[in-house]
């Protein structure tokens, strides 16, 4: 694997691990708001008036062999799952179309009371008639055999005033999500949430630091392989030049050499036999004639 092939697949891992952590932080930031809101009303959160998130604690939705699920949009739901419950209409002719809509094997939340008033979250099992232009709809848990009361609950929807009423629809559930927000609402899970990617992210940024510092120290260290690799280049040519230039001087040095190791005595030269030099007419330049004593 190559230098680029080796940066490509870093690259993508970095981006690949970016996106796993900002999502999960998304998560559990949504979650631990969920959690905050959801301890201030009676556990759940509702968004717009429209849809309302809950967790349900208790194993009565839970997979049951003896109950057959398959046909309906909702299945079983584990315990801690997130159930997202679509509230019913206020309007009173909204309401009606809410009931009359309901079909058996639809999971609905709704409020009913044992000694105390509790939110439940069981599936449709009966709708009939009141005669009174509603509903009674009984409603019972999919793993009924582990529940404490294993009565069906019966709720009649022109009971405006009771304290067995509906609070919506169950259209949705996400296990990760409820566990999340259920463990968020734990000291320990708190603790976990907050701590783990905290030092996710810090470990992300010494990583980023080292690399930084590595690839820093990379790019000096090539920077001075260059210097030095450049120096040497120069040397080398600067040794050439002297090699060359000592050729030169050697060559022409041994071209002057040559004429003066072979040279001949020149002929045209005068020739030197001692004898006095004399004037044009015969006279000797140094003594007078004996005819002038």
């Known amino acids: 694997m190559n230098e680029k092939t080796r940066n490509k697949c ?10 796993v952590l900002y999502a999960f932080l998304a998560v559990c930031l949504c979650a631990l708001a969920i959690s905050m809101f959801s301890q201030k009303s009676d556990g759940a959160v509702t968004l717009f008036g429209k849809l309302q998130l809950r967790v349900v604690v208790s194993p009565s939705m839970e997979r049951n062999d003896a109950v057959d699920v398959s046909q309906y949009q909702i299945k079983s739901i584990p315990v801690r799952s997130m159930v997202f419950v679509s509230v019913m209409p206020q309007e009173e002719t909204a309401a009606r179309r809410f009931y009359d809509d309901l079909q058996v094997g639809d999971v609905l939340t709704f409020k009913y009371v044992y000694s105390r008033q509790e939110t439940i979250t069981h599936r449709l099992v009966q709708k009939e008639s009141n005669g009174k232009g509603g ?48 463990a968020l609402q734990q000291p320990l899970g708190m603790a976990l949430i907050v701590i783990v990617p905290c030092a996710i992210i810090a470990i992300g940024e010494v990583i980023k630091i080292g690399n930084v510092i590595a690839a820093r120290k990379r790019e000096r260290a090539e920077a001075e392989n260059r210097r030095l690799s450049e120096e040497s280049a120069a040397k080398e040519t600067e040794i050439a030049e002297l090699r060359r230039r000592l050729s030169e001087l050697s060559q022409t ?21 001692n004898e006095p030099a004399t004037n044009a007419d015969g006279a000797n330049d140094v003594g007078e004639s004996d005819d002038n004593k």
């Not at 190791?261 to 045209?268: I, K, L, R, V």
């Open 253 to 273: 040095s041994a071209a002057n050499a040559a004429p003066a190791n072979g040279a001949e005595p020149n002929s045209d030269a005068p020739a030197d036999n």
């Open 135 to 182: 509903y009674f709809l009984y409603l019972k848990g999919d793993n009924a055999a582990e529940e404490t009361e294993s009565d069906v609950q019966v709720i009649d929807t022109d009971d405006e005033m009771g304290l067995n009423y509906v609070i919506g629809k169950v259209t949705g559930q996400s296990v990760v999500l409820g566990n999340i927000v259920y």
């Open 10 to 19: 870093k690259k993508t891992l970095n981006i690949l691990f970016n996106v």
